[in-house]
């Protein structure tokens, strides 16, 4: 069994240790006998999308971020068919606003995104800094996500969001949703990066790779206790 | 006149107050570092800074994101050699009440020479009071971006305090950002390491990405360290300008290194005891600035092969007869470095990573993904792998996630436990790397175990940090 895992722009989006989520991902297919094939999708390493089971993109610079949304809107349609196909996504701050309407930053420039799903993002005031701890809507035992959260950017919609937030600020600050999912399809703003510290949020990326390529019902249990002390240490010391 | 004399008092109370809480710290704490000192007289005094600029003769601000604290205290240490009155922050307190704490703590009418480093989200504040002479600027990298947004904007910020300024600028010839501000159009000094043994072909660093000049990718012909190495851009011809002062080669010598260094063409080699390319940088950045400022090129080399580190950023203890190297790490880019230095070494070894998460630290510590731990793949003779401070959990996590087996791995409570374990090893060598907030408790830690006492300071601190004050 193989898993081709999309590393979108990793050249480009790279900030705050997210690539740490790719390398989480490939470990634990290792661990539990699957083979991960990691392939890199670039401005300058154009490969064909059809061939990926797991996307991932992170979030970049404001530059890398422009240079990347001209580049990307070439796929969009596709983008949208591989979602639509039940493809597993995981977009996170950046990539996950890039997904949505648009971007309205501090003096009011409007700038567009994906328009994949029916949201936007706002600057508004402050920055939202710090530990974060939801509750996952995706029934994941634990039932506790944990991670960082850094975000100047406002992000409204009805959908279904990753984790109701217990600390932190999450998509807003104000509706106590954090992140988005649709399908296999996730967003969020939480770094960390998230998957060596949320193992179950990993084996559920994995799971629903292989259950839609192979019809695999479950995983064998690696083991996490690391994973979950770690886990177990940002909720003694962040929540409320 | 009233005003005149109210301002005198001001400044006198401000001194009297800052020196009065230095001294209670020295006395209940054994600590004078910190910036305490200096915010309360910035409280009552705020243009303390002035004051300062006004002693100093002539100034040196050290600013950049890696090297800072090296460089000063290894500048200040070559420059003793024949100004005697230096004022300077030597243990890296580098925001402006940093700067007025060593002022406070070293009082004097006027000095030879004001030599700080300065913090880089702090330069804009620091020059608008003290106005530099020379400005050494070492680097950008990546480093706690929720301080700062992101390095363009330090990049910015003093870019934009620079350009009133009339100074002379020594900048990092092999950083395409620091080189970057010749556009200023300043009095331009470069410095540099050249290709040698310990280059590396490839680094995945996203400054790499963009040429400065144009945007596009830059070419690389080799890599020290970062993005530090031999760069051009086919585009727009950007490229390393012409560096005065160069490291030329580097030699490792059993525990000594041997630089040979190229002087504006005078060519003279100097040992020096601290490993690592990054010391080669802050070897040519300190000596860069010392020959600029009028020493002559046989008193710096000596000054520099007598330099002693004391500040536990890098500090070597002999303890139960093994050797505890200290060397702190703040950023993937030092981490990784550090890690590169243990895997050359083939003694026989143990590893004790201290985590923090405090603001000082970085709140978040998703920069440890950032940073080569595969590098400890390639060591040998490594025995066990310890972790303490206030996330160790989340540095294990990174290690077994790097490919590294959790088999050795030993986390625990706190550092005292950890130093009950890994003092007692049989290993010749001990790697401590801790983050910032934790290696003034771990330089006590060790140095009460060197001196055999009791360990009452270090509790009394441990307990005074966990009592739950209020916020102001």
């Known amino acids: ?240 | 006149m009233g005003k005149i004399k109210i301002k005198k008092l001001k400044f006198k109370l401000s001194i009297f107050a800052g020196r009065s809480i230095s001294f209670i710290l020295k006395i209940f704490l054994k600590s004078s570092a910190g910036a305490l000192p200096g915010k309360v007289a910035m409280s009552i005094y705020p243009d303390i800074l002035k004051e300062v600029d006004h002693r100093c003769k002539k100034t040196v601000l050290i600013t950049g994101t890696n090297g800072k604290t090296t460089t000063n205290n290894l500048l200040v240490h070559i420059v003793k050699g024949k100004y005697p009155r230096i004022l300077s922050n030597l243990r890296g307190a580098n925001m402006p009440q940093g700067l007025v704490s060593a002022f406070i703590n070293d009082l004097k009418e006027d000095y030879d020479w004001g030599i700080f480093e300065v913090d880089e989200g702090s330069f804009k504040r620091v020059v608008r009071d003290l106005k530099p002479d020379y400005v050494v600027i070492t680097n950008f990298f990546r480093d706690q971006l929720d301080r700062y947004g992101e390095i363009e904007k330090a990049f910015q910020d003093i870019y934009e305090s620079l350009e009133p300024l009339h100074t002379t600028l020594i900048l990092n010839a092999d950083d395409p950002l620091v080189s970057n501000f010749k556009k200023l159009g300043k009095k331009n000094i470069f410095y540099g390491v050249l290709e040698n043994q310990f280059c590396d072909s490839n680094q995945n660093v996203v400054e790499t990405n963009f040429c400065p000049g144009c945007n596009e990718h830059l070419d690389y012909s080799y890599f020290n360290y970062g993005q530090l190495g031999g760069y051009s851009c086919a585009r727009c011809g950007f490229e390393n300008p012409e560096r005065k002062y160069e490291i030329t080669d580097i030699q490792y010598q059993g525990e000594n290194y041997r630089f040979v260094l190229n002087a504006d063409q005078n060519l003279k080699d100097f040992e020096f005891k601290y490993g690592g390319v990054y010391n080669a940088y802050n070897c040519c950045a300190s000596t860069s600035a010392a020959l600029e400022m009028g020493m002559d090129l046989d008193t710096v080399t000596q000054r520099i092969e007598s330099f002693e580190y004391k500040l536990g950023r890098m500090e070597n203890f002999l303890i139960n007869e093994k050797n505890v190297k200290v060397v702190l790490v703040k950023n993937p880019i030092s981490l990784g470095e550090v890690l590169k230095i243990l895997a050359m070494d083939d003694s026989k070894k143990s590893l004790l990573m201290i985590l923090n998460d405090n603001p000082a630290d970085g709140a978040d510590v998703s920069w440890i993904w950032d940073a080569e731990i595969e590098n400890v793949l390639q060591a040998k003779n490594l025995k066990n792998i310890h972790f303490a401070g206030r996330r160790p959990h989340d540095m294990a996590l990174r290690f077994k996630y790097a490919g590294i087996s959790t088999e050795n791995f030993h986390i625990h409570e706190n550092i005292d436990q950890a130093l009950d374990k890994i003092l007692y090893e049989d290993v010749e060598t001990i790697y401590i790397l801790p983050t910032y907030t934790a290696l003034f408790h771990l330089r006590e830690l060790l140095n009460a175990r060197i001196e055999g006492k009791g360990r009452t300071i270090s509790y009394f601190r441990e307990f005074l940090k966990n009592l739950k004050l209020p916020k102001s």
């Open chain 1, 1 to 240: 069994m193989e898993i081709n895992i999309f590393q979108m722009y990793p050249d480009l989006l790279n900030l705050y240790g997210d690539l740490g989520n790719v390398t989480c991902l490939k470990r634990r297919c290792e661990w539990l006998g699957i083979q991960p094939n990691i392939v890199n999708f670039s401005i300058n390493q154009e490969v064909s999308l059809q061939d990926g089971d797991i996307f991932f993109i992170g979030g970049g610079s404001d530059r890398g971020q422009s240079l990347i949304y001209s580049h990307l809107l070439k796929y969009k349609k596709e983008l949208e068919e591989l979602i639509e196909d039940e493809k597993i996504f995981m977009a996170i701050c950046g990539g996950y606003q890039l997904l949505g309407n648009k971007y309205i930053d501090a003096e009011g420039n409007k700038m567009p995104g994906l328009e994949i799903f029916d949201y936007e993002t706002k600057s508004e005031e402050g920055r939202l800094i710090g530990n974060i701890i939801t509750k996952n809507t995706l029934g994941l035992k634990p039932d506790t996500l944990v991670g960082f959260e850094n975000h100047g950017g406002r992000t409204y919609h009805d959908l279904q969001p990753l984790g109701k937030v217990i600390s932190g600020h999450g998509n807003n600050g104000k509706d106590e949703k954090e992140g988005m999912v649709y399908k296999n399809c996730i967003g969020t703003y939480l770094h960390g990066p998230v998957l060596p510290k949320n193992p179950h949020l990993a084996d559920y990326m994995i799971l629903k790779a292989l259950e839609k390529k192979y019809e695999i019902k479950a995983l064998d249990k690696l083991d996490d206790k690391i994973e979950y002390l770690a886990h177990e240490k940002v909720i003694d010391l962040y929540s409320p």
